[in-house]
């Protein structure tokens, strides 16, 4: 890609989508279908993430996959016999949505060989950078960020302050187990920024206990690395089963004086990476559909008093335990 840094907006030239993962809590169904391809109402969540990558200003995707999973990059390919075929029947809507994904973003695949963490998929896309880039994202395709333009944000606090830049979020502390917890620091007084959505990170805890984590801010799937990134991620380490896990070598820059801030992101985020976040996202996309919305708004308040009954019922069926008699 010969396009100048300068002419993307946000400095941000690749976004790198790791799409290696078995999908196993999918399975059955992805024995033959990435988790990536899988839609969210019509559209897939790989597509998503490239509409996303292009609202920033990104012109290249690096899709990290595994050699046998490269049915995630012919959903961008061009399926001229199918468009072919659309445009004769005159269903221009739909040649329009077979086209989209590819108008959106270049991608380029990037093979991992074996799943060795995070930190190893990211680093594999070093080899594909132009010499020009400084600054890579990082967009985890199992995590749907809305509404879309945390990372545009996320630009702006690397304009003012430098470094890298990540999306948090807030959960419950007796959620904090499930999530890499950031301890965090103000940002100075004279900063031009919200200091109640910007935070400056000292440290990084993975998957800590309620009451040893330092805050309530979680990582989710959204960075903003500083190119020095692929330099720590070959200087740490492999952890638990040989993964190279990105979270150290983000605590290996911070140690070394690398500014590190996050973004508290306000809106909401669905995880598309288990059934438990993916249907209630397809819910979420679906009742915001100008088609769907409002039918499945019907369906949805005529299944839910199905179960109300349902469960009624089972509770009156139910003996009274005999503490209560």
Do not use: W
Request: include cysteine; glycine fraction near 8%; hydrophobic fraction near 45%.
């Amino acid at each position: 890609m010969n396009s100048s840094i300068s002419t993307h907006r946000h400095g941000v030239k690749t976004v790198i989508v790791p799409a290696a993962g078995m999908g196993t809590r999918f399975l059955p169904a992805t024995k033959t279908v990435p988790k990536e391809l899988l839609p969210v109402v019509d559209t897939p969540g790989i597509e998503l993430i490239a509409e996303e990558a292009n609202a920033l200003g990104a012109t290249r995707l690096a899709v990290i996959v595994a050699p046998n999973k490269q049915e995630v990059m012919r959903h961008f390919e061009q399926f001229p016999n199918l468009v072919e075929t659309l445009t004769a029947r005159g269903k221009f809507e739909q040649v329009e949505k077979v086209q989209r994904a590819g108008k959106l973003m270049t991608p380029v695949a990037v093979e991992q060989a074996r799943p060795l963490g995070l930190g190893h998929a990211v680093g594999l896309a070093e080899s594909v950078l132009d010499d020009d880039e400084d600054v890579v994202a990082v967009m985890l395709p199992d995590d749907l960020v809305l509404p879309m333009g945390v990372v545009e944000k996320m630009a702006a606090v690397r304009a003012e302050l430098g470094g890298s830049v990540l999306c948090a979020v807030e959960v419950p502390r007796d959620e904090v187990f499930n999530y890499g917890v950031f301890d965090i620091a103000e940002i100075p007084a004279d900063c031009d920024l919200p200091a109640e959505r910007v935070k400056r990170v000292v440290g990084m805890v993975e998957k800590p206990d309620p009451a040893d984590a330092p805050s309530t801010l979680v990582a989710t799937g959204r960075y903003l690395l500083d190119r020095g990134i692929f330099d720590a991620l070959r200087r740490i380490e492999p952890g638990k089963g040989g993964e190279i896990q990105l979270t150290d070598a983000i605590e290996l820059m911070i140690r070394e004086g690398h500014p590190v801030h996050i973004v508290v992101h306000e809106g909401k985020r669905h995880d598309l990476g288990n059934p438990a976040g993916y249907i209630p996202a397809c819910v979420d996309f679906g009742l915001s559909h100008p088609t769907y919305g409002p039918g499945l708004k019907r369906a949805i308040t005529a299944i839910l008093a199905e179960h109300v009954v349902d469960d009624e019922i089972e509770s009156a069926r139910s003996p009274e335990p005999a503490a209560l008699r």
